[in-house]
């Protein structure tokens, strides 16, 4: 089941505890890639669930505060 985030959120708090690699696309105005990119680089803290990466709220917050890893 694949769904969209297509939401718009205004404020931090409304973002989901958990996003998809590919719903920092939207937030961040960046491609796929990009997305994946970040992830892969450790620049954005990512977990794997089973498979799947997702990316924490706060890491998102923390990448967007300067406290990426360069």
Same mark, same amino acid.
């Given at each position: 089941?694949? *769904?969209? *985030?297509?939401?718009?959120? %205004?404020? &931090?708090?409304?973002?989901?505890?958990?996003?998809?690699?590919?719903?920092?696309?939207?937030?961040?105005?960046?491609?796929?890639?990009?997305?994946?990119?970040? &992830?892969? =680089?450790? %620049?954005?803290? =990512?977990? %794997?669930?089973?498979?799947?990466?997702?990316?924490?709220?706060?890491?998102?917050?923390?990448?967007?505060?300067?406290?990426?890893?360069?």
């Amino acid at each position: 089941m694949s *769904m969209e *985030m297509n939401q718009t959120y %205004k404020r &931090v708090e409304e973002l989901p505890l958990a996003l998809r690699v590919e719903d920092l696309m939207p937030i961040l105005s960046i491609g796929r890639n990009t997305a994946y990119d970040l &992830v892969r =680089s450790g %620049k954005i803290r =990512s977990v %794997k669930v089973g498979r799947q990466l997702r990316i924490p709220r706060d890491a998102v917050v923390e990448f967007l505060s300067g406290g990426g890893r360069e």
